[in-house]
């Protein structure tokens, strides 16, 4: 069993258990799940965006622990000022440290920014969920998904007003994108081995379709990889370990944010 699996046999247990919890009705009675959600695609695409997905993430699978100092709000508020286009805040606790609650501390301090829940999506009920603590935009990672089960749950998503990220790592998942996908992001790590080429996404990006705003994932570490990406269509540039094994996150994102320039 791959690490993968082991994640995905794992978040099988803890949405059970939440269900168990909390149930749809009341996750649909949280003041987050009322409000409209802002649109990444639409900030992607707005003329002078950064483009930078900025991610709180405090440990990885790959990378053990990276940053327990620094308080989700202090970080993603920074983050924004500095001009990032996105938060992603990892909601997956056993794997990558992260909580519903820093999702909901995020979405209090950044109120118009679009905001990514980082999770293993593989129930609908995750969707709801996000919605209601706050989130803007779901994560479905082809690699873990079938087919259908990939179609409904971003069907699931539009019908609440969440973009869909279609995350791939390979041709054959582009074939699980789907109508219901706002933006296909290409992770340079493979899940399996965790090996880092940003070249996944340049030789991927020929086979993206247009409609589908692109962005690149893992790896990314300065401006000189970023405009090379941007040479080849990508809008979106999803960052954490970079910028979170530093003290200061948000000074890290600003510099970075300056170096890429227009």
Do not use: W
């Not at 799940?33 to 802002?38: E, L, Q």
């Not at 620094?70 to 970080?75: F, H, L, Q, T």
């Not at 992260?98 to 969707?127: H, W």
């Amino acid at each position: 069993m791959n690490i993968l699996d082991k994640i995905i046999a794992t978040k099988e247990n803890e949405v059970a258990k939440q269900k168990q919890k909390v149930n749809v009705e009341q996750l649909k009675k949280y003041p987050g799940f009322a409000r409209k959600c802002n649109s990444l695609k639409e900030n992607l695409l707005s003329p002078g965006a950064s483009g930078i997905i900025a991610e709180f993430k405090q440990k990885s699978p790959s990378k053990g622990e990276i940053n327990f100092a620094v308080k989700v709000e202090e970080v993603t508020k920074a983050y924004t000022q500095a001009g990032a286009s996105c938060l992603s805040v990892l909601t997956d606790y056993e794997y990558f440290g992260g909580t519903l609650a820093n999702l909901a501390k995020a979405r209090e301090v950044n109120p118009t920014i679009p905001i990514l829940r980082k999770d293993f999506m593989i129930d609908s009920y995750q969707i709801i969920e996000a919605k209601a603590y706050g989130a803007d935009v779901i994560l479905l990672i082809a690699a873990c998904l079938e087919k259908n089960q990939a179609l409904e749950l971003a069907k699931c998503a539009k019908t609440l007003g969440l973009d869909v990220l279609m995350e791939i790592h390979n041709a054959q998942e582009l074939d699980i994108v789907n109508d219901y996908v706002d933006i296909v992001g290409v992770n340079n790590r493979n899940l399996k081995t965790f090996e880092v080429s940003v070249e996944t996404s340049v030789e991927l990006s020929k086979l993206i379709p247009d409609n589908f705003v692109k962005i690149s994932e893992s790896g990314l570490v300065g401006a000189t990889e970023i405009n090379y990406l941007k040479e080849h269509g990508f809008k979106g540039f999803l960052i954490g370990e970079t910028f979170m094994k530093t003290a200061d996150p948000g000074a890290a994102c600003k510099k970075l944010i300056e170096e890429i320039g227009d």
